[in-house]
C-alpha cells in the first residue's frame, strides 16, 4: 500500500486520489475524459489547445471546450508561443468555461508545435517559462499548472530549473514527462530526475513516463517522491488501468482483468458518447483507433480491426463490437495473459 497522508491539492482544488489522466492530442476529448473518469481517476487532463485557434474563436477549437459535469476535477491545458496570445486564451478559459485549472504545454515534441515556439520549445529557457507562467497567472483567477518534460536534449536537461521557474512565477502544480524533446516517446524515462525533481519543489508535482501497470505507479511514487502518477498510453482502450491503480495504491490489492465483453461495453458506451459529441461519421472514425486499443492483447483481433477500420456507420460499429463480446471471444478470441 502506498502511504502519503498529504491531501492532494492543486490550488484550491482538492482531488480524490493521485492518479491522474495524462493529457493526449486527439485522444481525451470529453467522451474519453468521462469514461476515465468514471473509472476513478483523481484528475483529468483535456488535449492541448492552440492560444490563436482559441482567440479567433476557430469552430473546431471552440467544439474542444466542452466539458461534462461529471468530469470535475478537470484541466484545460492550452499551449502557444506568444505571451500576449497565451495570456487572452487563458483568460477566455477562465471566464467562459467550468475548467477548474488551466494547464500549460511546455512538453508537445512534435515540429509543427515546437515552430510556433511552444510546447518543449521553452525547455530551452527558463526565463521565458517564468515569464509566460507569471504573466498567466496574473491574468487569471483559477489555479495554473504547467506539464513539461525533463529536457530538450540530454545536453540541454534543465528539469529542475524549468521546474523551480514555474513554480516562482505561480504555478499551482507541475507535470512532467521523463523523457526528453528528442526522445519523443522512445527509450525510457528517467525517473531519477523525476526524483530529483519532487525534491526540490514545494508545489504538488505530478509524475510522468513509463507507468503500464499498476506496480509501476506505486514504483514510481515511491521512488520519485512525487504527490501523483500521471498515466497516459496505458489508458488507451483500457481505462480499467485506472481503477486498477487507485484500488492498488489505496489497498495493496490488484483487481481481476475484465473479461472481453465487459470491455466490449465500455468501449461500446465510449463510442455513444463520442456519437452525441461529435456526430455519427466522426464518431465512427475517430472510434477505429480506439476500438484497436480497446481490442489490443486478444489473440485473433485481426480480422474485427480491418472490418472496423471500413465501417461507416453506427450499426456496422456496434455491430463488430458485439460480435466480439457475444461470439468470437469464446469461439476465434482468446485474451493474452
Known amino acids: 500500500m502506498y502511504q502519503n497522508d498529504k491531501p492532494f491539492k492543486i490550488g484550491d482544488i482538492t482531488l480524490d486520489n493521485r492518479v491522474v489522466l495524462a493529457p493526449m492530442a486527439g485522444v481525451c476529448n470529453s467522451a474519453f475524459r468521462l469514461t476515465v473518469k468514471e473509472f476513478g481517476a483523481g484528475l483529468v487532463y483535456a488535449e492541448m489547445i492552440s492560444d490563436k485557434a482559441l482567440n479567433i474563436r476557430n469552430a473546431k477549437t471552440m467544439d474542444m471546450l466542452y466539458i461534462d459535469e461529471r468530469e470535475h476535477p478537470m484541466t484545460l491545458q492550452i499551449f502557444g508561443g506568444d505571451k500576449e496570445n497565451l495570456v487572452e486564451a487563458a483568460k477566455y478559459v477562465?471566464?467562459?468555461?467550468?475548467a477548474d485549472i488551466i494547464d500549460?504545454?511546455?512538453g508537445c515534441p512534435v515540429n509543427k508545435i515546437i515552430k510556433?515556439?511552444?510546447?518543449?520549445?521553452?525547455?530551452?529557457?527558463?526565463?521565458?517559462?517564468?515569464?509566460?507562467?507569471s504573466a498567466v497567472v496574473e491574468?487569471?483567477?483559477?489555479?495554473?499548472?504547467?506539464?513539461?518534460r525533463i529536457g530538450w536534449d540530454d545536453e540541454h536537461v534543465f528539469a529542475i530549473e524549468n521546474a523551480l521557474?514555474?513554480?516562482r512565477a505561480g504555478a499551482s502544480a507541475i507535470a512532467m514527462h521523463g523523457r526528453t524533446r528528442v526522445q519523443m516517446y522512445e527509450g525510457k524515462a528517467n525517473w531519477d530526475i523525476l526524483r530529483d525533481v519532487s525534491r526540490e519543489l514545494t508545489i504538488p508535482?505530478?509524475?510522468?513516463g513509463d507507468v503500464e501497470t499498476p506496480e509501476d505507479a506505486k514504483r514510481m511514487l515511491?521512488?520519485?517522491g512525487a504527490d501523483g502518477v500521471m498515466i497516459g498510453r496505458a489508458a488507451l482502450g483500457n481505462p480499467w488501468m485506472i481503477y486498477q491503480t487507485v484500488n492498488y495504491l489505496e489497498t495493496g490489492v490488484l483487481q481481476p482483468e475484465p473479461s472481453i465483453r465487459e470491455k466490449m461495453d465500455v468501449c461500446l458506451l465510449h463510442f455513444e458518447r463520442l456519437m452525441a459529441l461529435k456526430g455519427e461519421g466522426t464518431a465512427v472514425r475517430e472510434m477505429r483507433k480506439h476500438a484497436s486499443w480497446y481490442l489490443k492483447g486478444l489473440r485473433g483481433n485481426g480480422k474485427v480491426r480491418t472490418a472496423i477500420n471500413q465501417t461507416t456507420t453506427a450499426v456496422e460499429f456496434r455491430a463488430l463490437i458485439n460480435s466480439v463480446g457475444d461470439g468470437m471471444a469464446e469461439e476465434e478470441m482468446i485474451e493474452v495473459v
Open 104 to 106: 500549460i504545454n511546455m
Open 205 to 208: 508535482f505530478i509524475a510522468n
Open 165 to 167: 521557474a514555474a513554480e
Open 222 to 224: 515511491e521512488h520519485t
Open 116 to 133: 510556433c515556439e511552444a510546447g518543449a520549445r521553452w525547455l530551452l529557457d527558463p526565463n521565458k517559462i517564468y515569464d509566460m507562467v
Open 94 to 98: 477562465d471566464k467562459y468555461t467550468n
Open 139 to 148: 491574468a487569471v483567477d483559477k489555479p495554473v499548472s504547467c506539464k513539461m
